[in-house]
């Protein structure tokens, strides 16, 4: 009986082995599944650095790293998959500039939550910002005279970036576009929406631990930003006349589990470029300035628990 071991062993290996190609060959279809009552962990890392440049020419070069958690809580999931997902982002960031004799400075990054909701494709409908009983609504951005706050209030932004799964079950190696837009999170119960434009590809399927993952690989492209950043500043009541204009690239790798149908953990480099002007009030002398900035990010997003 000794000597029949290694030929089913081998055996079993053949037949593993033909299930996975096959499965390789079929089509598959990804979905988010969540579970009303789920609560998901998720932990994020952010390195990046910030080129801003003066109407007079003067650069400044800001470098900054964080670390992150976010936490999904699954309130309710309708009859059609989508889920309502209450998201709290907490973390720190540390903010530095690459010169001698400069030390990082580190702060928290507040901790925010969300109301969001989120179809299985990936795609966010909606997205308000959340107050429990006695708690108050974050204060209103003061990025203008303290870049610090801008990063770590940002930091929640780059925590909520919509997934892109395709519309419909592919084989590896194929592709999807989509054009769309999102909604955007921003300060005093704002709203705003963007365009966003994604090309996708469903690159191979991996076993880690025993787990089937689908690996995508995304491209995608928010042409404009302008609305979005004048609108996080709220610069009107102050008397300060801000328009903006600019855009966001992104990639991001993927690995889906097919299994409990999340997102394993994620892979995402970043680019924006914005180019703003300022008008100041005439109070504290009027004056018109412009800068133009230019930020890189990566980023790694890691499923640490899902409960139950």
């Known amino acids: 009986m000794k000597h029949l071991w290694l030929p089913l062993m081998v055996l079993s290996g053949i037949l593993m082995g033909l299930l996975f190609a096959t499965n390789q060959d079929q089509p598959i279809s990804l979905r988010l599944k969540y579970q009303p009552g789920q609560t998901l962990n998720y932990k994020i890392t952010i390195e990046g650095k910030t080129n ?43 903010l530095s500039m690459p010169m001698v004799g400069t030390q990082s400075n580190e702060q928290k990054v507040p901790t925010t939550t969300f109301l969001m909701k989120l179809m299985p494709d ?39 970036l919509q997934i892109n799964l395709p519309p419909k079950p592919l084989k590896v190696g ?11 999170p921003l300060p005093a119960g704002q709203s ?17 631990d025993g787990t089937e993952l689908a690996v995508l690989e995304v491209q995608s492209e928010v042409p404009e930003i302008g609305e979005l950043v004048t609108k996080s500043f709220q610069l009107k009541e102050m008397g300060i006349d801000l328009q903006a204009k600019g855009g966001t690239k992104a990639e991001t790798k993927h690995w889906f589990d097919l299994a409990k149908g999340l997102i394993s953990s994620s892979e995402i480099k970043t680019e924006t470029k914005i180019f703003a002007v300022i008008q100041m009030p005439e109070n504290v002398g009027g004056g018109v300035m412009s800068m133009q900035a230019q930020t890189q990010i990566k980023s790694v997003i890691e499923l640490v628990s899902v409960k139950p």
């Open 192 to 208: 705003a929406s963007t365009k966003i434009s994604s090309k996708g590809k469903l690159v191979s399927i991996e076993r880690k």
């Open 174 to 184: 194929e592709t999807w576009e989509l054009i769309g837009t999102i909604p955007a």
């Open 122 to 160: 990936g795609k966010i409908t909606e997205i308000k910002s959340f107050k429990g009983e006695g708690e108050k609504m974050p204060e209103q951005f003061q990025a203008l005279q303290d870049p610090m706050q801008l990063l770590t209030l940002s930091a929640t932004a780059w925590s909520l």
């Open 52 to 94: 801003l440049i003066s109407e007079v020419g003067v650069a400044t070069d800001l470098q900054f790293k964080g670390e992150l958690t976010q936490e999904q809580v699954v309130k309710e999931v309708a009859s059609d998959g989508t889920a309502t997902l209450q998201v709290t982002v907490s973390g720190k960031m540390a």
